[in-house]
Each structure stands twice: as C-alpha cells, then as structure tokens.
C-alpha cells in the first residue's frame, strides 16, 4: 500500500520516476508533515486516482486529520488561485493586476496546520499546474518565514516526481 503500490504500477520506462519516489520522500530533508503535506496537495492536484488514493493512505500516518484537511484544502484553493493569477498575468494589461479578485480564500487565514508548511504546498501545487506568479508570490512569503531555497527545492522535486508518477499513469490507463 502507498507508495509501493504506485512504484509498482509504473511500467518499466518510468524506473526512474519510481527511483525518485524513494528518493524524494524517502530520503526527504523536509519534515514529514512537509513532505507528505507536499506530496498529497500535489497529488490532489495531479488528478491520477491511484497516486491520490496511494499518497493518502500513506500521509495519514504523518499528518493526522488536521493535516490531511490542510493539504487538500492547499489544492482546492490553488486550483483556483493557480488558474486566476496565471491568467491575469499572462493576459499582460497592468490594468487587470489593480482589479481585486472578490474569490473567497478563508481557509489560507485558518488551514488548521503550521502556515509556513501550508505555503510550501501551495508552492507545491502551483508548481504542478504551472502558475509562474503564485510561484513567486508563495517563495518571497516562505523564505520571509525562514525556509531556505533548499527547503523550496525539495518540495519543488516532491512535486515534479508526484506529477510524473501520475502522468505515467493516466498514459498507460488510456492505452490499455
């Protein structure tokens, strides 16, 4: 169950996704909270059923309820922050930056976890989905907390090896 259920599920190309796994949540300098909190928003945001379902059932035992409820609660808002922001930026008129954005985001004042290790997952999400602009605005905020670029770094491989993971996925599910 967990990751070994993901490891051996992905075909034979992806080795080295399945390397990574170890590597990245195995061997993580983050704390457990961050790292399976990062793994799981990351995993919401990835979509794949069998890496969610997996990367949950083995978050549990680091997060606790509290904590599982944060990281999902990081990805529901991302998905919408991620999308928001990235679009106004990339439209390029300054004009659209000075509109507010009047989306309700309650649960980033109160998620219910430590904020910083919150932020991490947000930048984690953002990540995944590619939103340039979150991505900043969550790095300033982190490294203002304290957290280091290595910190940053490590959440950042978190995430691309959780995508990767379910990418691998969802091609062989829609080629079988």
């Not at 990805?75 to 919408?80: D, E, L, R, T, Y």
Request: hydrophobic share 45%.
């Amino acid at each position: 169950m967990g990751l070994d259920t993901i490891k051996a599920a992905l075909p034979g190309y992806a080795r080295d996704i399945t390397l990574n796994l170890d590597s990245t949540l195995g061997t993580s300098t983050l704390t457990p909270t961050q790292a399976w909190g990062t793994a799981l928003a990351c995993a919401v945001a990835a979509r794949n059923p069998l890496v969610l379902r997996e990367i949950a059932a083995e978050a549990v035992g680091h997060l606790g309820p509290e904590g599982v409820e944060a990281a999902k609660g990081a990805a529901a808002v991302m998905a919408m922050n991620n999308i928001y922001y990235r679009a106004k930026h990339l439209i390029g008129d300054e004009q659209y930056a000075s509109m507010p954005a009047r989306l309700r985001m309650q649960f980033i004042a109160r998620p219910g976890v430590d904020k910083g290790d919150f932020k991490l997952w947000c930048l984690a999400v953002s990540a995944v989905t590619g939103c340039g602009i979150c991505l900043e605005t969550h790095e300033k905020a982190l490294r203002g907390r304290g957290f280091t670029r290595e910190q940053v770094h490590e959440a950042l491989r978190i995430s691309a090896v959780v995508h990767a993971a379910a990418v691998t996925l969802d091609a062989e599910a829609a080629l079988a």
